[in-house]
């Protein structure tokens, strides 16, 4: 049996279906490989991915719904953080971004928004006297609620230097460490202090947003989330209040 049939069997199954699980797929390919092994079972599942026939979008869930992978827009004051980061400290890890980027997810717009700095926690301090020696002013290490509301939340442009948790899921714009969608996500979930505007009703648009925009991996995210000891919590959030099908939040 040619594989374009089956590759248009498998489109014809799954094709109306916003994600299916692994023992689903199994299925499918058992009714033409009857004895179908596990080692080529993964074989057919590889290759599915390399044609991007399939998309995994947590560990045992899938689906033929292409979605864009999201790349966050970079400020000119961004790169120019970036760059004295680089040229201070060689061979930190950091990440940079910009609350602006979470505009095009959310209902209510804000009108203020900050440059978040996440470097390895030892070098923090070193890094913030770097910054401020550099010119980059409203620099603010570790914010608490009190400074949170009276200035990072009244000055344009601040920016708020965090830890960056180990294992982070980090993406290179532009040659540049920033965050991916998943890191975005439960950083606005798990920091609801810094991140006061996105709570509430505006939190639950802007994680139903984000799903349907752009490709989520669940593993990443869950797997991020269990390093900041949200996991539990934010699974049920995300059960109770969004529209992410509970089949993959029960993998």
């Known amino acids: 049996m040619s594989r374009d049939y089956i590759t248009e069997q498998l489109k014809q199954t799954f094709g109306g279906r916003e994600s299916f699980p692994r023992e689903a797929l199994y299925d499918f390919y058992q009714r ?13 599942i590889y290759n599915l991915k390399e044609k991007k026939l399939i998309r995994p979008i947590s560990r045992a869930e899938f689906t033929l719904i292409y979605k864009p992978v999201f790349k966050p827009h970079l400020e000119d004051a961004d790169l120019k953080i970036a760059s ?3 040229k201070g400290f ?9 609350t602006r980027i979470i ?18 926690r030892d070098a923090m301090e070193s890094t913030f006297f770097y910054l401020k020696d550099n ?23 601040a920016v708020v230097l965090q830890p960056l948790v180990s294992k982070a899921p980090l993406q ?13 996500l439960v950083d606005l979930y798990s920091d609801s202090r810094l991140f006061n505007t996105y709570q509430g009703s505006e939190l639950v648009f802007i994680f139903n947003s984000a799903y349907r925009r752009y490709s989520v991996d669940f ?3 869950f797997s991020y989330a269990k390093r900041r000891r949200k996991e539990a919590g934010l699974i049920d959030f995300l ?9 993959i939040l029960n993998d």
């Open 239 to 247: 059960s109770d209040k969004t529209d992410i099908p509970k089949t």
């Open 84 to 86: 004295l980061i680089e």
């Open 172 to 184: 290179k714009i532009k040659k540049v460490s920033t965050i991916t969608l998943e890191k975005l």
């Open 219 to 221: 593993t990443k995210l």
């Open 90 to 98: 060689p061979s930190l890890k950091y990440a940079v971004w910009s």
């Open 32 to 44: 033409f490989e009857p004895d179908l092994k596990e080692t080529t079972f993964r074989w057919r």
């Open 103 to 120: 505009s095009e997810f959310m209902l209510h717009q804000p009108t203020r928004f900050f440059t978040v700095i996440a470097v390895e």
């Open 135 to 157: 010119n980059i002013k409203n620099v603010f290490l570790e914010p608490e609620e009190k400074e949170i509301t009276r200035y990072v939340s009244e000055i344009q442009n």
